[in-house]
């Protein structure tokens, strides 16, 4: 078989792209993806459906389980949750829909990307939302991811005291942190609704499956891309058991931070002193694939809370955030502290007992100092809040 665009991998971009792609029905598309599709809502499992405790789907069936060490001087393992399903890591993450900052994009196209300065994102970001509270310039009314934020009353009592405690300390209140001038305290926008996670297979790929023009076929694994000179042509499949190719005019790699370099790294492109240590031709010498991955510096404390435990899986687990300026920094809100909603039963290694209410108080930082600084900075960040936001 041979298609106009074969797009590997069905996660947050793949699907969105297929979807998109395929409105043109001149346009043959096929959607590979490594993991199971679910197209009929009843039938899809709780850990991607509910999306309330994100650490249920992150260590459940749905994940490749990639794990990593951080530092040669702190080794222990640290799980690395990334998506194995149709809707990929969209369909089981935290469900936090919280824009970059327009100082980051406008940075970008200062290096040569004038494609990704803000303005020129700004419409998309637009185009696939429908945010139910917030219209106007920044917001859009018409896409296919719902937006919301909770409400006051909605909100379980450890978020309400780390919102108050915030406002207590003289940080404003933001209801928007999507405004590109946003800062302070506010909800977090999620695309939750109901409780239920809404990924984009639910959210994309669910209103192309109809079309005739793509073709979707998960429990697909593609081994290397396959090449004529550097132009990619195709790829090689495994399926059932059984290694196949199929052969396309244009590729699309979309495979996920992790998935996508080592396909590349499996088809040629890459280091090539190290592709020839592992017996692999090299398609073109590309020595930054699959070097530099940086990912959000995190740190939390899990507290033991009274009364009840709530329903986690139809409560969005990250209800509110603080953003703000370090002491010092240059980089605007390059701190975020916010609560965790927490089910007991899925935490690892921490003291509480399965059914006990609890929740976690997260520190993060958009910017990446040494690490002695970061840990000091959230250290004192978390500090300042925690006397408050427990009593």
């Known amino acids: 078989m041979r298609y106009d665009v074969i797009i590997i991998g069905a996660g947050s971009a793949g699907s969105t792209l297929a979807t998109r792609l395929s409105e043109d029905p001149a346009r043959s598309v096929l959607l590979l993806e490594a993991g199971p599709d679910y197209p009929e809502f009843d039938r899809l499992p709780d850990d991607l459906k509910w999306g309330g405790n994100f650490l249920l789907s992150a260590s459940g069936p749905h994940t490749w389980g990639y794990v990593a060490a951080g530092t040669s001087e702190q080794p222990e393992p640290i799980a690395i949750p990334r998506g194995k399903a149709t809707g990929g890591t969209s369909a089981i993450n935290g469900q936090v829909l919280l824009r970059g900052a327009p100082e980051d994009f406008d940075t970008w196209a200062t290096w040569g990307n004038e494609e990704w300065a803000f303005t020129k994102v700004l419409p998309y970001f637009r185009k696939l939302e429908t945010d139910l509270e917030f219209r106007g310039d920044f917001h859009g009314s018409n896409g296919p991811i719902p937006v919301r934020r909770l409400k006051w009353e909605e909100m379980l009592p450890h978020a309400q005291a780390f919102y108050a405690a915030c406002l207590a300390e003289g940080f404003p209140d933001c209801p928007d942190q999507n405004h590109p001038e946003s800062t302070g305290v506010g909800p977090h926008a999620v695309n939750n609704r109901d409780g239920v996670r809404v990924s984009t297979a639910l959210a994309y790929l669910d209103q192309a499956r109809h079309r005739l023009n793509l073709t979707l076929r998960a429990n697909v694994t593609v081994r290397r891309i396959l090449f004529e000179g550097t132009r990619a042509v195709g790829v090689e499949v495994e399926s059932g058991g059984q290694r196949f190719t199929v052969e396309g005019d244009q590729m699309v790699l979309s495979a996920g931070t992790l998935a996508s370099p080592h396909l590349l790294l499996l088809s040629g492109v890459g280091p090539a002193a190290q592709l020839r240590t592992l017996g692999i031709e090299v398609v073109h010498d590309?020595?930054?694939?699959?070097?530099?991955?940086?990912?959000?510096?995190?740190?939390?404390?899990?507290?033991?809370?009274?009364?009840?435990?709530?329903?986690?899986?139809?409560?969005?687990?990250?209800?509110?955030?603080?953003?703000?300026?370090?002491?010092?920094?240059?980089?605007?809100?390059?701190?975020?502290?916010?609560?965790?909603?927490?089910?007991?039963?899925?935490?690892?290694?921490?003291?509480?007992?399965?059914?006990?209410?609890?929740?976690?108080?997260?520190?993060?930082?958009?910017?990446?100092?040494?690490?002695?600084?970061?840990?000091?900075?959230?250290?004192?960040?978390?500090?300042?809040?925690l006397e408050q936001v427990t009593t």
């Open 286 to 385: 590309l020595p930054g694939v699959g070097q530099n991955l940086r990912d959000h510096p995190f740190a939390m404390i899990a507290f033991r809370e009274t009364g009840t435990a709530p329903d986690y899986l139809r409560q969005p687990c990250c209800p509110a955030i603080l953003r703000y300026t370090a002491e010092g920094s240059t980089v605007r809100n390059d701190m975020q502290i916010g609560p965790i909603s927490l089910d007991s039963a899925f935490l690892v290694d921490m003291p509480v007992t399965e059914g006990e209410p609890c929740f976690g108080l997260y520190a993060a930082s958009e910017i990446l100092p040494d690490s002695d600084s970061l840990a000091e900075a959230m250290d004192a960040s978390i500090d300042e809040l």
